[in-house]
């Protein structure tokens, strides 16, 4: 019985590594053990830690960086489902700020999507007061 508190946080921190090996080791973690049975009773008590790891993620300049916090997000919107709704507007504000990059904008709409699909309409809600562009799923 793994206690996430603080493994995952470190790992989430490792997010923003660039070099090797320590690049892989932290993606593989957080991939690993968001995947692992139990995941979501372990992650709950730890998410307000995660968030500002995904954030310095989000906000930097390296491609590979921003698209490693994108993918974390993916991970545990699909854990976390409408439990994960609470932190969509801290994290919202940074992939706001790159919707109109050419490289970033079809993963960010893939990600709202996955967010809106995950959390419902109160999701959704979030997600239209942050970025006004969105269009919803479903009309």
């Known amino acids: 019985e793994l206690d996430y508190n603080p493994l995952l946080v470190h790992c989430f921190e490792g997010l923003a590594e660039t070099e090797h090996p320590f690049v892989f080791v932290a993606r593989q973690a957080v ?82 999507q996955k967010l809106e699909e995950n959390g419902g309409r109160p999701a959704l809600l979030i997600i239209k007061s942050k970025v006004p562009t969105y269009q919803a799923m479903n009309g």
């Open 31 to 112: 991939k690993e053990l968001l995947e692992s049975e139990g995941a979501y009773e372990k992650t709950i008590p730890v998410l307000s830690q995660l968030i500002p790891h995904i954030r310095t993620c989000l906000m930097s300049k390296s491609k590979e960086i921003f698209d490693a916090g994108l993918e974390s997000i993916t991970q545990l919107s699909n854990l976390l489902g409408p439990s994960f709704n609470d932190c969509l507007g801290v994290l919202l504000l940074p992939m706001n700020k790159r919707i109109f990059d050419r490289a970033s904008k079809e993963k960010i709409m893939d990600i709202l």
